[in-house]
């Protein structure tokens, strides 16, 4: 008897033949095979005229998803049905979740099968369970199918009704969606938050004591009975002491008198205070606190820590990454209480085995937590790891141990101390030591904290042994200044908490939608900082002002519980969309007041006190300053908008006032004019009158070389830099020319298809550079660039397929398609048939990338 297994991707079809019988064949199929139409090609002919096409929904008839094949899958179907013509049986062995079930279920509807069908689910990808899943199938949940379902057709409604309205009112490309658009306002929120503050300095004092031999430092909490003010006394939009607060501000002239006058006062311990401590482990990873960890620990961001995640996974490394329960089954909590004893010893086991309950708002069906998968809780270097996988199991691995190990026991001491005691100066000074009596979990993980000034407890800080009527030296007392600070902008971590905490989204989603919002041009990466830009807050602006329910983390919420209850059968999945889309207060008719309604002009101007009377607007090229008198001038869209000040926004339209004439072109016969962009200060050719004609050519136009200052141009330069590219002369091999040019990352050499960098700090100039030296460095970056070894050819197309080694390890190649070799083969024994499956199934997936774009664009 012959089965057939079909799973999503090539590499977890590869393991899982691995524990397999014989007669099971196992493909893959490159995830979902069918979908909403991506492109208006897509739209089958004969509902192309219906009021609904474009949206791929048909509104008028229970909100039915209009589903197609997109051309990138044709292939993979037909690949699926032919192994199905001899098959006895059909195993589904999609993921265990909804996106997962929904995956079968289209599988179901395209290869309509006439033999038997069983739906194998499983958390981890090993030899037990792969078994123990083909013996224990079940039916399709066709629950979970309508509630994906029913999200995936509310997205589209949100997202293609709502983004024409961006299109018209703000500028081209931009998009809206029911999740993304409430983690931007997340964001924006915070950064008005941070332009809205105003900073406050204080002084206190801190001393440098000693007590037998031992230093310690103390720091100044009163003077005489009056509180010394710290950040939280002060408003942080008037930067004043808030009224109620009672705190006295210390200047630098005050403070630094009275540490003189304290540096030879008596000091006296007037009371000391011990407290035990306990601190129990975190709970074992769920797919939002392993981003979050990943993130605060390792500096990768949700969508890179996700998609290390699901390669461990594919991989049977650890179990599946995508679950909102903390629990660890009895064979795991053995196999980590096995490891703690074997690695630790037995006194660092918790007294009995530690299981977690509890789950996050809006939790999805139950999985176990995220943990190294079978019982043998092998190590990273046991298994071979290295890289991102390495970093990410090893945490995995650590926070898993930890869970079963021994609460960490503390001893926290805090002094009073009294100087100048009875005098008019009498100040009062506060030490803070903390020491571990026992480490217990300590030893194999701590969590991380998104404040980088908090103290980790796993570190020791000592006082010495002080009893009350001590008299300790001291050694110094200095006066310390600060400033209060704006609230922190969020990181991938933090955003993750807060999406979580509002019962926004579901945590898988997360590394997928902070990725959209930043390739959308709403937020910007800054180190690990999520900055959000003008753009992303003039689109913010107009939604929460025209539909405020769309970007509203309550009623995004309660939206989430109103699926959920599709998924459980207390809620109706036809009867909801009609309320949210066609009802009294639906999207439609927002929709069609916010077109008429909504001014283009005042919904993407923003005003704010610290820029004076400067506006920033958002416009079809981006954002930009309009001064008082009418003039503007272009900003750089990575510019931080908490950061722009009113001196700010004049420079930049001073610096578009300096724009001048450097002369005219001897050949062409036209002004050369040396201009202000967001990038930096070019060159052009014409001035802007032909941009009125849309038919017209744009004026050509080249960015001044790094290290050249816009008064060192004058008319030879200019007319030089605009004659770029400068073809250098033929290549001996090809006689192909070999050209000098500027681009976006700086002046480089090019021969076909190879770019190669000029060194300015190695004397390289891209006006004066010569042919010997653009051979010598195309020939460097030719070297670098060549294959380890090539396979063969392609049977489809007869190009070669090559292996190299990359950055971030080896991969295939043909034509344009990279793939990376996995870890379980050898890019030294890699065989042609292996290399034409995975740069095949790489097509595929990026094919379905190129098809989505369209969609994305339309919907934008």
Known sequence: ???????????????????????????ASMGHVRDLPSSASEIPAKVKKEKWARLGVNVEDGFTPLYVVPSDKKKV????????????????????????????????????????????????????????????????????????????????????????????????????????????????????????????????????????????????????????????????????????????????????????????????VSEVEQK???????????????????????????????????????????????????????????????????????????????????????????????????????????????????????????????????EARLLRTRATILAAEGTDDESTFRSNGQVIEFPGFFRAYVEGRDDPSAA???????????????????????AVGHETKPPARYTDASLVQALEKAGVGRPSTYASIIDTVVRRGYVIREKNQLVPTFTGMAVTNLLAKNFDRLVDTDFTAKMETELDGIADGSEARAPYLERFFNGPKGLEKQIETGVETIDPREISTMRHVKWGDYEVRVGRYGPYTAAPDGSTASMPPEMAPADVLEETLRGLVDANDEERVVGIHPEAGVPVLLKAGPYGPYVQLGDDDQMEDKKAPKPKRTSLPKGTEPGDVDLELAVALLGLPRTLGLHPETGNPIKANIGRYGPYVQHERTFASLKPADGDDVLKVELDRALE????????????????????????????????????????????????????????????????????????????????????
């Open 1 to 27: 008897m012959k089965r057939l297994v079909v799973v999503e991707s090539p590499t977890k079809a590869r393991t899982i033949r691995k524990f397999l019988p014989a007669g099971y064949q196992v493909e």
């Open 77 to 268: 179907v037909k690949q699926l049905k032919d192994a199905l013509k001899d098959a006895d049986e059909l195993y589904l062995a999609t993921d265990e979740d909804r996106e997962g079930e929904a995956i079968g279920w289209h599988l179901l509807e395209v290869l309509k099968p006439k033999v038997p069908v069983k739906r194998m689910v499983f958390h981890e990808i090993t030899k037990e369970a792969i078994l123990k899943a083909l013996d224990q199938t079940r039916e399709l949940d066709t629950r979970l199918v309508d509630a994906q379902e029913a999200r995936r057709v509310l997205d589209r409604l949100v997202g293609y009704s709502v983004s024409p309205v961006l299109w018209k009112k703000i500028a081209p490309k931009l998009s809206a969606g029911r999740v993304q658009s409430v983690a931007v306002r997340i964001l924006v929120e915070r950064e008005w938050e941070r332009l809205d503050f105003i900073s406050a300095s204080y002084f206190d004092l801190a001393a440098k004591l000693e007590q037998k031999g031992v230093s310690f430092e103390a720091k100044m909490t009163h003077l005489g009975d009056q509180k010394l003010a710290t950040g939280k006394d002060f408003d942080e939009k008037t930067g004043k002491l808030k009224e109620k607060s009672g705190a006295l501000v210390l200047d630098e002239a005050v403070s630094t008198a009275l540490a003189g006058r304290l540096k030879d006062a008596s000091w006296r």
């Open 276 to 406: 035990k401590a306990r601190r129990s482990p975190a709970a074992p990873f769920i797919t939002s606190t392993l981003q979050q960890e990943a993130n605060r620990k390792l500096g990768m961001s949700a969508r890179r820590a996700m998609q290390t995640a699901q390669k461990l996974y594919e991989q049977g490394h650890i179990t599946y990454m995508r679950t909102d329960s903390t629990v660890l089954s009895k064979e795991a909590i053995e196999a980590a209480r096995g490891a703690v004893e074997a690695r630790y010893g037995k006194e660092y086991l918790s007294p009995k085995p530690r299981q977690y309950a509890g789950k996050v708002r809006n939790a999805q069906e139950a999985h176990e937590a995220i943990r190294p998968a079978g019982t043998g809780m092998r190590t990273k270097s046991e298994i071979g790891l290295s890289g991102d996988e390495a970093k990410l199991y090893d945490l995995i691995w650590k926070r898993t141990v930890a869970s079963q190990m021994a």
């Open 456 to 478: 980790l407890d796993d570190r020791d800080s000592p006082l010495p042994a002080l009893a009350e009527g001590d008299t300790p030296g001291c050694n110094a007392v200095d």
């Open 777 to 860: 460095l195309i020939a460097q970056k030719r070297q670098k660039a060549a294959p380890l070894r090539t396979l063969g050819s392609h049977p489809t197309s007869g190009k070669p397929i090559d292996v190299f080694e990359g950055r971030y390890g080896p991969y295939v190649k043909h034509v344009k398609t990279n793939a990376t070799i996995p870890k379980d083969m050898d890019k030294d024994k890699i065989t042609l048939e292996e290399a034409v499956a995975l740069v095949d199934a790489k097509a595929a997936k990026g094919g379905a990338k190129k098809k989505r774009a369209p969609r994305k664009k339309k919907a934008s």
